[in-house]
Each structure stands twice: as C-alpha cells, then as structure tokens.
C-alpha cells in the first residue's frame, strides 16, 4: 500500500517561488503533482516516469514549473518560479504502480495535499 506525504506549501507574494516535495512509501512507477484551485477540478500539473525519467508538464506550465525526482528515496520534486495567484490551489503529489506516466488517468494514488497560496 503506497502512501505519499507532501511538504514544502506556503504562502508567497506574486513572482516568487517554491519548491514541494513528495516521499512515497515504496517504489511506484509513476510520481507527479495535481491541484486543485477554488471552485476549480483537480488537475494534472507534471508527471514523470521513475524507470526513464520522461518528465511531462502541462504546456501551460511549461517554462515555469519543473518536475524532477530522487528515485534513490523515492521521491518527486515541484519546483515552481515566477507564481501567479492563478497559481493557488491545493498541489497533491500522486503515483501509479502502473503505465504510462504521460496519462493523468494513470494516476490513482494521491497524498493529502499541500496548499500554496499566492498573493
């Protein structure tokens, strides 16, 4: 049974940046982050593959956000520059014990989420 904990949300002023993290319990096959804005669906952020290292964001994320991993620790990495209010939402870290990590329907593990806010 794989658990996720994330850490690293906080609040920061308009351009500034931030870095989340995600542990999992065991080696999953694929790791990412959602979010979740106000009034807002939960939605696919980046994802990357923890055999290849294939990263995938968002393309209007692109640029801005960066996925990366620690696959010695089972771990995945958000790193976000340049945030915009739009940017605030609860950011959960999600894996899959399956394939293929390009596919936002893979997902189906999650942790509890950490909230960042931007104003």
């Known amino acids: 049974h794989v658990q996720l904990v994330e850490s690293g949300g906080d609040s920061v002023q308009p351009g500034g940046s931030l870095r989340l993290s995600c542990v999992a319990s065991m080696p999953t096959r694929c790791m990412g982050w959602f979010r979740q804005g106000p009034g807002k669906e939960r939605q696919g952020v980046a994802g990357i593959g923890v055999g290849d290292g294939a990263r995938y964001v968002v393309d209007s994320l692109k640029g801005r956000f960066t996925i990366s991993m620690d696959k010695g620790k089972n771990a995945v990495y958000l790193e976000m520059r340049d945030l915009d209010p739009e940017d605030t939402a609860m950011y959960y870290c999600?894996?899959?014990?399956?394939?293929?990590?390009?596919?936002?329907?893979?997902?189906?593990?999650y942790g509890q989420g950490t909230q960042v806010t931007v104003s």
């Open positions: 999600a894996a899959s014990l399956r394939r293929p990590c390009a596919l936002w329907t893979t997902y189906d593990i």
